[in-house]
């Protein structure tokens, strides 16, 4: 499964912006989704992630109520919905799947990667 990601960019404070994660195969469909981020000088850290049939998603204590992950299965591509931007949420943002069924949090469980979009949110 190859992932290619979308939407980053520059936005100030108390915006929003939408990333996209369009994927390579359609077994995609089966697989669990999530999102990481990586801010620079510091370890790459879970964001959100969705199950496989989209019935389950769970968020970051740190962006819950303000990020909204979803998946579109017919067109193969996962969204992070992102409002209420603040700095400290500058990062470059990565997809990833994994073969689970389930939802999972743990950066080894997933098997591909995007290439990485990178956000900045000014003060």
């Known amino acids: 499964v190859q992932l290619v990601e979308s939407g980053g960019g520059l936005v100030q404070a108390g915006g929003s912006l939408r990333l996209s994660c369009a994927a390579s195969?359609?077994?995609?469909?089966?697989?669990?989704m999530g999102w990481f981020r990586q801010a620079p000088g510091k370890e790459r850290e879970f964001v959100a992630a969705?199950?496989?049939?989209?019935?389950?998603?769970y968020y970051a204590e740190s962006v819950r109520g303000r990020f909204t992950i979803s998946r579109d299965k017919a067109k193969n591509t996962a969204f992070l919905q992102m409002n209420s931007l603040k700095p400290e949420d500058t990062a470059v943002y990565y997809c990833?799947?994994?073969?689970?069924?389930?939802?999972?949090?743990?950066?080894?469980?997933?098997?591909?990667w995007g290439q990485g979009a990178q956000v900045t949110v000014s003060s």
């Open positions: 195969q359609r077994t995609f469909r089966c697989y669990a």
């Open positions: 969705i199950s496989w049939n989209a019935g389950i998603t």
């Open positions: 990833a799947a994994s073969p689970s069924a389930g939802i999972v949090i743990h950066f080894y469980e997933y098997d591909y």
